[in-house]
């Protein structure tokens, strides 16, 4: 008998859908033909049970009718079994064969993953007057936006620049070979032209 005719038999009303095969819970099915018979064999996962799958055996001859079929389910005993395991995968060969489309249960790989996404953040953002300048201190003080690591008695140093620069530019003049320092670009490169004027050592009569 074809598959509407074997499912209303056995009290299933035939519908264009069925609840197993359209969520998703066949494993797999593979299908071989012989010249007298075609046997498809599946996996469908237990509808109340995670983690236990069933396997399903189903005998067709070349007209399409079922000829045998079993599931490892209770209800599954063969050769005539009529669980929603078996229901389940002769509505799969029945898209197949009308629609050419056949749903299977997502691997982990194919399912978008979600558990690094970002949460969305639903709060209104604080205003910038309201923020705190330095932990434990008023939020109206700004003496502290401007963090110098030197101690009191280094801020404000007269001759400190110089120093820097100097200390700088000697470094590199006692390298035996060119080099190069992020610090050096703060200063203006030297007047070659005035290098011949620095020392002009003359003698008055």
Same mark, same amino acid.
């Given at each position: 008998m074809k598959l509407n005719d074997y499912l209303t038999v056995y009290g299933y009303e035939a519908k264009a859908t069925d609840k197993l095969y359209d969520a998703g819970f066949l494993t797999y099915v593979l299908v071989a /033909?012989?010249?007298? *018979?075609? %046997?498809? !064999? &599946?996996?469908?996962?237990?509808? #109340? /049970? $995670?983690g236990i799958s069933y396997s399903v055996d189903i005998k067709l001859n070349n007209s399409g009718f079922v000829d045998e079929c079993?599931?490892?389910?209770?209800?599954?005993v063969g050769p005539? *079994?009529?669980? $929603? !395991?078996? /229901?389940?995968? @002769? %509505?799969? #060969?029945?898209?197949? &064969? @009308?629609n050419k489309n056949l749903k299977l249960k997502l691997t982990c790989t194919q399912k978008l993953q979600n558990f690094r996404r970002a949460k969305p953040f639903l709060g209104s953002p604080r205003k910038a007057h309201n923020l705190g300048t330095m932990p434990g201190k008023d939020s109206s003080n700004t003496t502290g936006l401007h963090f110098d690591? /030197?101690?009191?008695?280094?801020? *404000? +140093?007269l001759g400190y620049n110089s120093f820097v620069r100097n200390t700088t530019i000697n470094f590199m003049a006692s390298q035996? +070979?060119?080099?190069? #320092?992020?610090?050096?670009q703060l200063y &203006?490169?030297?007047?070659? %032209? *005035?290098?011949?004027?620095? !020392?002009d050592f003359f003698i008055s009569h």
């Open positions: /033909r012989t010249d007298t *018979a075609i %046997f498809v !064999h &599946s996996q469908c996962c237990a509808e #109340m /049970r $995670k079993q599931c490892d389910c209770a209800a599954g005539s *079994a009529h669980c $929603k !395991h078996v /229901r389940a995968v @002769l %509505f799969a #060969m029945h898209d197949v &064969s @009308l690591p /030197r101690p009191p008695e280094m801020v *404000a +140093n035996p +070979n060119p080099v190069s #320092m992020p610090l050096s &203006s490169p030297a007047n070659s %032209f *005035a290098i011949v004027c620095d !020392h």
